[in-house]
């Protein structure tokens, strides 16, 4: 070990190895993202950096030259991760090319950031879900993941542990293969300290995946900083799908980066957690409140257009899908319907049939990126009806539009009318 890396903080002892890392033995293009960790690690006033097993990187969405600059500066000085990396959603749709609307001056610096970040060595994922892919972090490894409803689903879904990294300090920690000791790594700092009592809300209501993604909205904005732990919940009512929903808008209205389900989620079933020091109701009508909150257009509008699969659609929500267009007509022409999913996902759905299933109905699916971060809706769609509590938080933003918010029965039934179907049943 060496006493070396002073930073802003306590001093962060390096190994011979880290210390080889930073003053250049390894490269500069090493020694410059190790500057970036122990940077960081001064800022969370870490003693000591870790190793990762593997990096999911976000910053291979286009925002500008900067981000462009930067991954091209490591390329130059020859780095290359160190650890299984995948990568984020991106500005485009290699498999359909032309169905994304971004300028030439846009598209060209896109497609570069993209190529950059091949060519640093992760591997061409394209996906925020990728926990969806074949090789998922285990209970209890450290990782470096970036993308908020990621972050979320890999420390309480999988019990991965990983702080929240943002653009620039993903690829770093891919690079070197070590984060801070600090955070959300620490066994301490993943302790429940809220309990939020779940048990009025009916089966129902956490039937389908819209409710947990309206729940999520309630503990996002309720649980602050705090770690939560929900009760009073059948764990037989759960399934990656619905945690998912939950942990993606939860991570939009909050900073929500982990959080426990009693009986269910892997470290509350370890440690048995029942109650947290804190204690408060989630009541139905909060639900409600924030399904009403995500729904900016009136329920009387035309509906032009339907967005499915923010974060990334699984197999099991194409499953879902099929078996709701089964025996229904084909989607109204006046109302299009776009799928955003992975490449990897999208394979084995042709292959289970569903992918040509759906899109014999009218779906459009979209690979590489999503339908909120990227111009991919036309001039005319500007209604649109979504289960994702994430897609309906951000795109009034992103992209002008007005939102339904509803659940996926709620979807399928508008986009087959080519108006707004409500099930309020579904809510009650």
Same mark, same amino acid.
């Given at each position: ?37 122990? !940077? ?30 930067? %991954? ?189 389900? %009693? ?96 899109? !014999? ?33 951000? %795109? ?33």
């Amino acid at each position: 070990m060496s006493p070396e890396a002073s930073t802003a903080g306590r001093s962060c002892i390096l190994t011979d190895e880290e210390t080889a890392m930073l003053d250049g033995r390894r490269g500069p293009g090493t020694a410059m993202a190790m500057r970036m960790v122990v !940077a960081l690690a001064g800022v969370l006033d870490a003693d000591r950096l870790i190793p990762v097993h593997n990096a999911h990187i976000d910053s291979c969405l286009y925002h500008g030259q900067a981000g462009l600059d930067f %991954a091209q500066k490591l390329v130059v000085l020859g780095a290359r991760v160190s650890v299984p990396t995948t990568l984020n959603v991106s500005s485009l749709d290699l498999m359909h090319p032309g169905l994304v609307r971004l300028p030439p001056e846009e598209a060209v610096p896109a497609r570069a950031l993209m190529d950059a970040y091949r060519a640093l060595g992760a591997r061409a994922t394209w996906t925020c879900a990728p926990y969806q892919t074949l090789e998922r972090p285990a209970l209890g490894e450290d990782i470096a993941w970036a993308e908020s409803n990621a972050i979320v689903f890999a420390n309480s879904v999988l019990g991965a542990r990983t702080e929240r990294y943002g653009d620039f300090i993903d690829i770093c920690a891919a690079i070197t293969g070590r984060v801070p000791h600090a955070g959300l790594h620490l066994s301490e700092r993943r302790v429940p300290t809220l309990e939020l009592d779940c048990s009025e809300l009916s089966p129902q209501l956490l039937g389908h995946e819209a409710g947990w993604a309206a729940l999520g909205g309630v503990v996002g904005r309720i649980a602050g900083s705090r770690v939560p732990l929900l009760t009073g919940i059948d764990p037989a009512l759960i399934d990656e799908d619905k945690l998912k929903a939950f942990g993606a808008t939860a991570a939009s209205s909050g900073g929500l980066a982990l959080f426990h389900v %009693a009986g269910s989620t892997p470290e509350a079933r370890a440690a048995r957690w029942k109650s947290a020091p804190e204690r408060a109701f989630i009541t139905p009508a909060m639900v409600r409140e924030i399904r009403d909150e995500l729904t900016t257009a009136g329920v009387a509008d035309r509906l032009d257009t339907v967005a499915l699969g923010t974060p990334h659609f699984s197999l099991s929500e194409f499953g879902k899908l099929g078996a709701l267009v089964g025996d229904q007509p084909t989607f109204a022409k006046s109302c299009t319907v776009w799928i955003s999913t992975s490449r990897e996902v999208l394979g084995q759905a042709q292959e289970a049939g569903l992918a040509p299933l759906v899109e !014999a109905r009218g779906a459009r699916i979209v690979v590489d990126t999503c339908t909120y971060v990227t111009p991919i809706l036309g001039p005319e769609e500007r209604s649109v009806m979504t289960p994702s509590g994430k897609w309906a938080w951000y %795109a009034p933003m992103n992209l002008g539009v007005q939102v339904i918010f509803g659940t996926l029965e709620e979807c399928v039934a508008s986009a087959v009318a080519g108006k707004v179907v409500r099930h309020d049943w579904q809510w009650e």
